[in-house]
Every structure is written in C-alpha cells, then in structure tokens.
Nanobody, 123 residues
Framework: QVQLVESGGGLVQAGESLRLSCAAS????????MGWYRQAPGEQRELVAT???????TYADSVKGRFTISRDNGKTTVHLQMNSLKPEETDGYHC?????????????????WGPGTQVTGSS
C-alpha cells in the first residue's frame, strides 16, 4: 500500500511564490519518476514538472525558468517551487508517482495519484 500526501497549496496573488510538496510512503522499492500536474475545472490534467529517480527533470514550456522541481536525497518526497505565479496557474495541483513497489510477489511498477492541493488566486 502506498500513500501520497500533498501539501503547500493556498491563496496566492499574481507574481507571488508558493512551494508544493508531495511525500510518498509505503512499500516502495524505488522511484521511476514523480511529478506535478495541474487541472482546471472541466479540463484534462496537464504536466507541470517531473523528476526521475536519476534526478532528470522535465518542465512544461510555460513554467520553465519560474518553477523548480526537486527531490529530497534518499527520500520519496518531491517539491515544486513556483515563482512568479500567473493568474491562469491557479488550479488544482496533483502529485503523480511512478514507483516500483513490493508486493506479495515480484517487484512491480505502479502509478499513484494524490488527491490534489488547490492553488487559489486572491485579488
């Protein structure tokens, strides 16, 4: 059993910064990748940033230079530092974890999603 716990969402004004965190726990053997996706109401989830187990990062073009994804060394926690937030980026943010997990049999690959944390714009 694996759980993802997201934190860091909240109210933010345009131009401000916010840091999201996602901690994975459970029977985790290894990390293939973890990342953040955002979803506006009625829209599909879109990639914001990902980081592999080898610390290779990928960013949506719209956030390059403003957002930074990182992972705690030796830990299954990732952070997304968001700077200079834009009004259109106030959405629900979801953590995704692509993991190798231990089960009763062989180690297998599983993908997990967190429930989401909301980034809300304030006037």
């Amino acid at each position: 059993q694996v759980q993802l716990v997201e934190s860091g969402g909240g109210l933010v004004q345009a131009g401000e910064s916010l840091r999201l965190s996602c901690a994975a726990s459970g029977s985790i053997y290894g990390i293939n990748a973890m990342g953040w996706y955002r979803q506006a109401p009625g829209e599909q989830r879109e990639l914001v940033a990902t980081i592999t187990g080898g610390s290779i990062t990928t960013y949506a073009d719209s956030v390059k230079g403003r957002f930074t994804i990182s992972r705690d060394n030796g830990k299954t926690t990732v952070h997304l530092q968001m700077n200079s937030l834009k009004p259109e980026e106030t959405d629900g943010y979801h953590c995704k974890a692509d993991l190798r997990v231990r089960g009763t049999g062989a180690i297998r690959r599983e993908i997990y999603w967190g429930p989401g944390t909301q980034v809300t714009g304030s006037s």
